[in-house]
């Protein structure tokens, strides 16, 4: 696939990395807020188009990770949208249960800011 091709074409095919993963980021698809960064493999990636309900690669656990499966957080997929050179991807959700997408059950992974060198939380 050419550089022209791979930019502007239309046809999908992801530039995942050494370890077979891809960056996705997770947004409100009402908010715009940035809800969580996490990694897909093919499969991940597949099968949130197949679904339309986001699936992402656990690194920590080694293993495909249905978001909210467990939890109720399910995170249906409103748009999907590839980056220039797609080796990134954007998922624009709607998150069900209680609306939280971070582990600790808050509502973002990105609760807190640096101040001074500090962490400070944020709503």
């Known amino acids: 696939m050419t550089k022209d091709e791979l930019e502007t074409g239309t046809t999908l095919a992801p530039r ?8 996705a980021v997770a947004t409100h698809a009402g908010t715009g807020e940035v809800l969580m960064l996490a990694w897909m493999n093919a499969e ?12 992402y690669w656990s690194r920590s656990r080694g293993e495909l990770w249905h978001k909210g499966a467990t ?7 409103d748009e999907l949208r590839i980056d220039c050179d797609q ?19 808050r509502r973002s992974c990105f609760y ?12």
């Open 16 to 23: 995942f990395d050494a370890n077979g993963l891809i960056a």
């Open 44 to 55: 991940a990636l597949q099968k949130t188009i197949d679904t339309g309900e986001a699936h």
């Open 71 to 77: 939890s109720g957080q399910v995170q249906v997929v």
């Open 87 to 105: 080796d990134a991807v954007w998922l624009k959700v709607r998150p069900q249960g209680d609306g939280g997408a971070c582990h600790t059950g």
């Open 112 to 123: 807190r800011a640096v101040e001074g060198g500090r962490l400070v939380a944020r709503p």
